[in-house]
């Protein structure tokens, strides 16, 4: 696609429900980040993609977040029984590789946790 | 590890006036530096990068950032403000082994007629 996607752009859920956020990256681009940015703050990085090597998950904040990404396609993150603090806008980016190049983001996923 | 620090969470600056955003980072290893942009209600896009070669660095819409080694330094300027320049800044750091990329904590640029 043209740029990065993700989807929903909106999400409210209710407090323990399990929510699943999706990133689309560009084609062709092997490294994929998540970020959460909550309200007024900066970015917060969650996990990291590169190729087919092992994730960094060095950023994810406990055990109820997951991702996955399926070779250099599209990436699920995974929040499991989501509470009041998971409320943010997640946002996705992806680069033609790790390295010296740009990141390109998607427009973010408003989570609102209910 | 590396990290980012952005001394001024805002910066109120009238139109036509100058502004310099600072930015400083801490990595004991070469970095890539960028520069980012958010207007309201949009996502986030690139301004400008640091990746060799010259520490001056042109960017889109006139902004421009020098990098100072000795200093940890990236700090960002723009000669003269729109007010279309209200939005939020972040600076970002990469090491150069190609890993992922470190946002400092933004700063709120307002800019009044």
């Known amino acids: 696609g043209a740029g990065v996607s993700q989807s929903p752009s909106n999400k409210v859920t209710e407090k323990g429900k399990d929510v699943e956020l999706r990133c689309d990256p560009i084609?062709?681009?092997?490294?994929l980040y998540w970020y959460r940015q909550r309200l007024g703050q900066g970015l917060e990085f969650l996990i990291y993609f590169q190729g087919n090597s092992a994730p960094d998950k060095s950023g994810l904040p406990s055990d109820r977040f997951s991702a996955e990404r399926t070779g250099e396609s599209v990436s699920t993150l995974t929040i499991q029984r989501t509470q009041q603090e998971d409320s943010a806008v997640y946002l996705c980016?992806?680069?033609?590789?790790?390295?010296?190049?740009?990141?390109?983001f998607g427009q973010g996923t408003r989570l609102t946790v209910v | 590890a590396q990290s980012v620090t952005q001394l001024d969470s805002q910066v109120p600056v009238f139109e036509e006036a100058p502004v310099e955003l600072r930015c400083n980072y801490s990595?004991?290893?070469?970095?890539?530096l960028f520069w980012y942009v958010q207007y309201p209600n949009q996502g986030l896009q690139l301004l400008l990068k640091?990746?060799?070669?010259?520490?001056l660095v042109k960017g889109i819409n006139g902004f421009e950032a020098e990098f100072n080694k000795s200093q940890t330094s990236f700090h960002l300027r723009k000669p003269s403000v729109h007010i279309s320049d209200t939005a939020e800044y972040f600076c970002a750091v990469r090491v150069s082994a190609g890993n992922k990329l470190t946002f400092g904590g933004g700063t709120r640029v307002l800019v009044k007629p």
């Open positions: 084609s062709g681009h092997t490294a």
């Open positions: 640091y990746l060799s070669g010259s520490t």
């Open positions: 990595s004991s290893v070469s970095v890539y």
């Open positions: 980016a992806s680069s033609l590789d790790g390295g010296n190049t740009e990141a390109f």
